[in-house]
């Protein structure tokens, strides 16, 4: 696998036993918040809702929260709004700071992703490297990042990554992969490839000593749990925090982890492990504003408009109920 966008640099690669060290910090509420992608109304959304929480929320960034805010105001929005919290390195991130001039925009994309979305994806990075490049105290914190967090709540460990547990930008936990097979899901995307397994899930859960990993980067979000020697594990990926996710709805989703065990009025599906609550909630930003600042950025004719207009416009063909997997149930379900 090679060329611009197709990458996979070393530094990408970890193991899942990277991630069996100790807790960087416990939580009683964690909001996961992947693929905010430069949107600022989805930022103040997810603050906006963590305020509204009873108690405190401890909230990290998983990656990519840069990406469309190409303008210099937006970018350093996105900067100051993410840098007040936590936050791990996405591949839009790694780009940004990386010297690698064939790395793209570092998604690893895999042979089923088309030639033009891999293009029009390079674009967009190259024009917020641009951008960035006027935000030197930006980037020096972008690449202090860490690729992997291990926190806790609920007395559970969690671990918390961009894709999956062994590379910053892998594909092995995108809901096209995993098994079972959603054959929608592979169809829409045009999957093709070796499936993830639900026994490599599990030893990835025994290696990293985790009983939730929390994931990112592949664009589609679903919950899935897995049971391994009488435990019972989660896969929680978000989708994108700062996207329509689903049809229909023009919403982005967050993971939300409690040791409070009641659900939020908002879930949209969730589940208990015991002691900890998951939920996946929705990032309710004003879509109105944010296809406006969107398009003022990004006209037609231009790699992000051709990239994303539909999807910030139109959602995209998940329904709800395929992200609900396993003993995951759907609020009122
Ligand atoms: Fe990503």
């Known amino acids: 696998m090679g060329g611009p966008g197709r990458s996979c640099p070393l530094a990408y690669r970890y193991q899942p036993e990277d991630l069996a060290g100790p807790a960087a910090f416990a939580a009683t509420t964690l909001y996961v918040v992947g693929g905010l992608y430069g949107n600022t109304c989805a930022l103040d959304a997810v603050l906006e809702r963590a305020s509204a929480e009873p108690a405190p929320v401890e909230i990290v960034f998983n990656g990519d929260f840069h990406y469309l805010d190409a303008p210099p105001s937006t970018f350093r929005a996105i900067a100051e709004g993410v840098g007040a919290h936590r936050a791990t390195l996405g591949n839009v991130e790694y780009a940004l700071t990386a010297t690698d001039t064939d790395l793209g925009c570092g998604c690893d994309y895999p042979d089923y992703i088309s030639s033009s979305v891999v293009a029009d994806s390079n674009a967009v ?185 539909s999807r910030i416009t139109s959602g995209t063909w998940l329904r709800i109920e395929q992200a609900a997997r396993g003993g995951v149930r759907l609020a009122g379900g």
């Open 125 to 309: 990075v190259e024009r917020l490297r641009a951008t960035a490049a006027g935000s030197p105290e930006h980037l020096a914190r972008l690449a202090e990042l860490p690729r992997h967090l291990t926190v806790s709540a609920g007395g559970r460990r969690i671990g918390i990554v961009h894709g999956d547990p062994e590379s910053l930008a892998g594909w092995r936990l995108a809901l096209e992969a995993v098994e079972p097979g959603d054959q929608a899901a592979r169809e829409h995307t045009g999957w093709s490839g070796t499936p993830t397994s639900t026994d490599e899930v599990a030893d990835w859960f025994v290696r990293a000593e985790v009983e939730v990993l929390c994931c990112t980067h592949t664009g589609l979000p679903y919950a899935q749990d897995f049971e391994r020697d009488g435990r019972r594990y989660l896969v929680a990926n978000n989708g994108a925090a700062g996207l329509p996710n689903f049809t229909g709805h023009r919403h982005g989703v967050i993971t939300r982890l409690s040791s409070d065990p009641a659900a939020p009025a908002d879930s949209l599906y969730g589940m208990e492990l015991t002691g900890l609550r998951f939920d996946a909630l929705p990032v309710r930003y004003d879509a109105g504003q944010w296809a406006a600042e969107f398009l003022g950025t990004w006209p037609p004719g231009t790699p992000g408009h051709r990239g994303y207009h």
